[in-house]
């Protein structure tokens, strides 16, 4: 086979379709909620009841109605827009110009933003300036990833909500401290978070790497990872389990008000590190659990997940 | 658990009978404020132009569309983190006399001990649940300050607004600490303490 044989080049249109599906994946991910997290509200509503506590199913209940109500009036789920990040798959056989698919999601956004409209969030750090378009300097955030055997483009896109996000920590604890000292600071990052990140939440944890890798990790676990889904590594996905009954023992539960339903899940996603570091970092999001997808194909063609 | 619906303004009387858990709706006006809202009236010392006593106050920063007739469009209306504007709570009770604070994410012991002296509530909004709260806000009667858009001081008419919890009474309790104290223990016997 013949290096041209093996690569395909995608419509002329492409970059076009592309800022249309990144404008929709914005809007999309902001009114539906996605199925996996509707079962994990609904498990937490069984759970609640079971248990008698009247406030957390009450709250439960609330969530619930929210969701049905943004579905039947096409509005959102809730009123922060988050910032936008994508997740960018890129199928090693298309021949795609990256810099004008970044430009393409960019440009998605900014539609969004203008013809929804959606409120902006996004503002320079230190003059608090407001862009207006919801992008800006490094925004949106596009992690983009190489499949091998691939002609497609898979892009899942969140909004990050602030609420769950300022619940960020990282630490580098000492290999000394073991598993155990990962455990014990996850619990009290749960802890000092308490009803702020909007619970009941999902969980993401980084283990190893760098700290900015961990970092990265904790976020894709959070955000990008299913409820329902556990961790290849035996050991990772018991560990996942165990701080999943802890963090739901504490009590904290739905919105901070009491209950077992604190966490939907805890996802834990790893990378080896370094003999004398131990990096543990903690990303949350919120029960709103925002996130949409879509699989392009080298024709433009959607299927939307 | 006992259920209510409060239409403003609210006595002290009104407020005192709620306990914690208490299940509140309410009707009629809620007001609209957030950080740089109280920040002109704390840190600026500026008056608010309407009479806030016997209210409930809402820690918002809507999402709106003006109209040509100057009038403004709901267009997603959610609740903020009340933790960040904590520091407002015993004036606004104290020297407006608002009666109801409804927010998310709770107050500090600060707050719950300014809530007993003065006679407050803070009631529990679920966080994030804006598509409810949107329509239940039946119009957005009234706005002042709007060069601090969005965060400038809105009059709201709702209908069942909530269900809200009541999650700091006027006696001193705290849902929040509540849970606290007992999440800490339970870490504590996880041996992490």
Known sequence: ?305 | MAEHTLAPPLSEVDVRKLTLEDSVLINGTVFGIRDATQIRIFDEGIQPPVDLSGSVCLHTAPGVRKLPNGKYEKLSVGTTTSTRMDRFVPGLLERYRVRALVGKGGLSQTSVDAMQKFGGVYLAIVGGAAALETMQIEEIEDVWWEDLMPECLWKFRVKNFGPLVVAIDSLGHSLYRNVQELAAERIRQFGFG
């Open chain 1, 1 to 305: 086979m013949t290096p041209s044989d093996s690569h395909s080049t995608p419509d002329i249109h492409i970059y076009e379709t592309l800022e249309l599906v990144a404008r929709d994946l914005y809007i999309k991910a902001l009114q539906e909620i996605p199925p996996d997290v509707r079962a994990g509200l609904s498990h937490g509503l069984e759970t609640e009841k079971c248990d008698g506590n009247q406030t957390a199913g009450r709250i439960l209940l609330v969530i619930l109605d929210n969701i049905r109500v943004a579905d039947e009036q096409k509005t959102l789920v809730c009123q922060d827009t988050g910032l936008p990040i994508f997740k960018v798959l890129v199928g090693e056989r298309l021949n795609i110009d990256i810099a004008r698919l970044k430009e393409s999601l960019r440009r998605g956004c900014v539609r969004a933003t203008a013809e929804r409209p959606l409120r902006s969030n996004t503002v320079h750090p230190l003059t608090r300036k407001h862009t207006g378009t919801n992008t800006g300097h490094g925004i949106p955030v596009i992690k983009l990833d190489v499949v091998p055997d691939s002609d497609l483009i898979e892009i899942q896109m969140a909004p990050k909500g602030s609420g769950s996000e300022n619940m960020s920590f990282l630490k580098m604890l000492n290999p000394s401290e073991g598993v155990k000292g990962i455990k014990k600071f996850v619990l009290q990052c749960i802890f000092e978070s308490g009803a702020r990140p909007c619970p009941p939440m999902i969980v993401g944890i980084g283990l190893g790497g760098t700290s900015d890798v961990a970092m990265s990790l904790a976020k894709e676990a959070s955000t990008f990872r299913h409820i329902g889904s556990r961790s290849s590594d035996p050991d990772v996905a018991k560990l996942e389990e165990e701080l999943l009954g802890k963090i739901n023992e504490t009590g904290i539960g739905p919105q901070g008000l009491g209950g077992t339903t604190t966490a939907m899940a805890v996802n834990i996603e790893w990378a080896h590190t370094h003999i004398s570091q131990n990096p543990v970092a903690v990303n949350i999001q919120c029960w709103r659990g925002e996130r949409a997808e879509v699989v392009l194909d080298g024709n433009g063609k959607a299927t939307w997940k």
